[in-house]
């Protein structure tokens, strides 16, 4: 496998492209032949991304985000887990957004996403993110499209300046099929383990899955930007997804080119007595 990583540009969605889901494929793997391969690839990409997101923190000048979205069971706690361990925590932060509490509604839709940002010299991961707040109210027919679109521009705005002061974006929809969707929900049900990631509201948006996919669409087309793209990757197979995931994250990190900040003092004036 190419080490340029400048294959994994193929599931960018260009700035001003229109989506069609069921057009992308969910189960490819075309750019890794098999899961032992993906697993030794992924270890190595990892050690990497550990090293610059350390060199990252150790600049102090810009910072990563990463944004992970996808249907329920597409993956997103599983991308987190296999592509960031062993990120030296220090400079790696995760936050999982979930239905606003009390107080998350008490202010604009994005208040609760300004205080998760990452600060400059660390990698910040969102376990759904800013977008919920547009996709599951409009995809119940909670919230109307015109309120929708616009939260979606406030969101494209908000990025470009998040961009321009440091702030460098990455954003992932994991994307896979019903039927895997179904595989993965039957697994939770027959594994007690798991039967606290299993609420009825999943199996109530499942009904709704073309309105999501619908929804999904106009979001990944009117928000991917050169600035701040998003990526379709294909999500049916765990280890290629990860695979794409930890490649397009390095090849970010790799484009920031941080590099450690000089010495502040000159070390052959001291000597340890």
Known sequence: MSQSL?????????SGAKVRLKNLATDSTE????????????KNLRK???SRAATLAAEQKQSLLVI??????SGKDGTVKRVFTGVNPQFCKVTAFKEPDREERDHDFLWRIYRALPARGELGVFNRSQYEDVLVPQARGEIRSHDAHRRLRQIADVERIWSENGLVIRKFFLHISRGEQKKRFEARLDTTDKHWKVEASDFADRKRWPKFQAVYEELLSRTSTKRAPWYVVPADHKWYRDLVVAGVV?????AMHPHVPHPKLDSSEFAVS
């Open 68 to 73: 992970l979205q996808g249907v329920d069971a």
């Open 250 to 254: 390095l090849s970010a990190l790799r």
């Open 31 to 42: 750019f890794c032949a098999d899961k032992q391969s993906a697993r030794a690839a992924l």
């Open 48 to 50: 990497e991304i550990d």
């Open 6 to 14: 400048k294959q994994w540009e193929k599931y960018i969605v260009d």
